[in-house]
């Protein structure tokens, strides 16, 4: 008689291991998806908000310059220069760079048609210049006492108008700038947010003195050379509707204002000097 004999084999941990490979995969697949898919997302809202919320910085700094003049009062604001990376996930951080412009490094002006002399005026600005990673970068710019933003692939746009006023007369039409200047300290003029943690710095205001230039009159045209001359072209077409008779043309780096034919223009140029300075402390 022949004897047969089974054998019965148990898998039970190769079974156990193939289930734990599954479920790592499983999280793997997920957790790669929302990496791909969502993160970016969720960071370009982030940065999103963060430019909002320079928007607004930049909104009470303007505020703040306009409510302290002729009041010899420091006034310290807070701008957010960057976004931080999300925990536990592979993000990117933005940064940002913010500055003061002075008459010292400005290549912004107003420059006057007017024989026999041609007087310049220098544009001054607190810029900040954003460099997202998941956003498209921006730059908000206080100049001419307005607020513009500006991004690579598009025009430049106005937040809030620049200080220009227009009066028509019958021959003359007068123009007025309030106009801040801005001058930083050395040391002090710029900070960012390279190579460091540095997430919000602390710029200070302060008003200094006021000084209006001679009225100049009999003057043909009106250039302002600036880096934003779609917004300027934008604020001085909508300040300009139905008070006065002035053509305003955009150029590539100028915006050209010319009066209606047998007009002439008076400029009227309100200097108002403001210190800046960037960073913890004051240097008086």
Request: aromatic content about 10%.
């Amino acid at each position: 008689m022949v004897m047969k004999r089974f054998y019965k084999q148990v898998c039970y941990g190769v079974s156990g291991v193939i289930e734990a490979l599954l479920i790592i995969t499983l999280v793997a697949m997920v957790i790669g998806v929302i990496q791909t898919v969502y993160i970016p997302e969720v960071m370009k809202q982030r940065e999103a908000e963060h430019m909002d919320e320079v928007s607004n910085q930049f909104s009470y700094i303007k505020s703040m310059i306009d409510i302290t003049k002729g009041s010899n009062v420091p006034i310290f604001s807070t701008v957010t220069l960057a976004s931080s990376e999300l925990p536990y996930f592979v993000t990117v951080r933005s940064y940002g760079t913010l500055s003061v412009i002075d008459e010292e490094d400005t290549s912004s002006e107003i420059l006057i048609d007017y024989s026999p002399i041609t007087p310049r005026v220098y544009l001054t600005s607190i810029k900040y210049e954003a460099d997202n990673s998941y956003l498209v970068d921006q730059t908000y710019v206080i100049e001419g006492g307005g607020i513009f933003v500006d991004q690579p692939d598009g025009n430049s746009v106005m937040r809030v108008p620049p200080s220009v006023s227009f009066t028509n007369g019958s021959s003359v039409v007068t123009v007025r700038f309030n106009l801040p200047v801005f001058r930083g300290v050395t040391g002090k003029k710029t900070t960012d947010t390279i190579g460091s943690n540095l997430m919000k710095c602390i710029i200070c205001t302060n008003y200094s003195k006021e000084e209006v230039m001679p009225p100049i009159s009999g003057v043909n045209s009106i250039q302002i050379h600036s880096g934003y001359v779609h917004a300027w072209a934008d604020a001085l077409t909508g300040l300009s509707k139905g008070a006065a008779t002035v053509t305003i043309s955009p150029n590539e780096d100028y915006v050209e204002l010319t009066p209606y034919t047998g007009k002439t223009f008076t400029l009227i140029v309100n200097k108002i000097f403001y210190y800046v300075q960037i960073g913890p402390g004051w240097i008086r």
